[in-house]
């Protein structure tokens, strides 16, 4: 019987993966992923580790919670090193318990690295903290994503005054969580900041009142994943943080390399602030890795992603891999 390790990711900035998780990931077997994790974390995988999707978006998931569970249990029975890789931290609105409890009744062993909490990783890449002294003195991290009749018995506007809440999953019900703490009592120029993609190359934010907020999201055309900060603090977003001032900020990059990069060579861009998305072709090309770019890399290429190839028969190479991926797609 094997052992199942549940690994927090962190919120984006694959660089902030803990030591726990990389030894974890370094040394996995099999590797169940989910859809936020930043892509180049899998590539710490050793070769003969099998990368399975388990990913959930809003509409559509690849398997249930349940099917997750059952298919965790049943790679403990087959391999010795079973990772549940997770995006941000799995002790933070990441089902955890619910991963666990199941593992713990098949009695197979387990164990839990969390990873960058998203509140504080994301805040802090945005420019601010989400607790200072003397103007941020108390935190709430919640999810609007229960019944909000339950989430208006909460004092919100009390929080915010002199603390900061912090909302995940929260951009749906954005107008109707102002609307609360308007009618809490909220002063109508309280800050929020309102971060998407948050430590990612591709970080947006805006920051306005809780009156102009909603009006304000919507003109800059952010969406999920996104992180709500409502305080005080979140005024300080407005400045350019050091990791927007980074010299290649927002720089949206396909790598395609016939040689094979290891990971700290694909730090070397995220580091300055790129975004990221690495394709080995020829030679270095991964079978493993198809499932990932059949999802991601059709939505990509339709964004402002400048592509750098890596060799003399990298671009030829690029768009052969890409006529395989349409014809994938439509199952030729």
């Known amino acids: 019987m094997g052992k199942v390790t549940l690994v927090g990711a962190g919120p984006g900035d694959p660089a902030l993966i803990t030591y726990q998780g990389l030894r974890a990931i370094k040394n996995a077997d099999i590797i169940f992923y989910d859809r936020l994790l930043n892509p180049i974390l899998l590539y710490l995988a050793p070769a003969k580790a099998k990368l399975v999707y388990v990913g959930k978006a809003p509409d559509h998931h690849a398997y249930t919670q349940n099917e997750i569970q059952e298919k965790l249990i049943a790679a403990a029975q087959n391999y010795e ?33 969390p990873g960058v909490t998203s509140a504080s990783g994301v805040s802090v890449y ?48 954005l107008s109707a969580v102002i609307e609360i703490m308007l009618n809490q009592g909220a002063s109508e120029t309280l800050p929020v900041a309102v971060v998407e993609w948050g430590t990612w190359g591709r970080q947006k934010k805006v920051v306005a009142t809780i009156q102009t907020i909603v009006a304000a999201v919507e003109k800059a055309d952010l969406h999920n994943p996104a992180l709500i900060f409502i305080g005080p603090v979140a005024a300080k977003a407005a400045i350019k943080s050091w990791f927007e001032d980074l010299p290649r900020f927002g720089q949206r990059t396909i790598l395609v390399s016939e040689k094979k990069l290891s990971f700290d060579e694909l730090l070397t861009y995220t580091d300055e602030g790129v975004d990221l998305y690495p394709v080995f072709v020829g030679e270095a090309f991964d079978e493993r890795f198809m499932t990932l770019h059949n999802r991601l890399l059709p939505a990509l290429l339709k964004e402002e992603y400048e592509i750098i190839y890596q060799g003399k028969n990298a671009a030829v190479l690029f768009q052969n891999f890409l006529i395989e991926i349409g014809e994938r797609k439509n199952g030729y």
Request: proline content about 5%; glycine content about 12%; cysteine-free.
């Open 81 to 113: 090193n079973v990772v549940r890789l997770k995006g941000g931290d799995p002790g933070i609105f990441g089902r955890v318990a619910e991963e666990i409890q199941p593992l713990i009744k098949a009695g197979i062993t387990h164990a839990v690295y």
């Open 126 to 173: 945005a420019g601010f903290a989400v607790t200072q002294r003397h103007l941020s003195e108390k935190l709430l991290i919640a999810t609007p994503t229960a019944q909000l009749q339950e989430f208006t018995q909460e004092p919100l506007a009390q929080l915010a005054k002199g603390g900061t809440v912090v909302l995940y999953m929260g951009m749906e019900k």
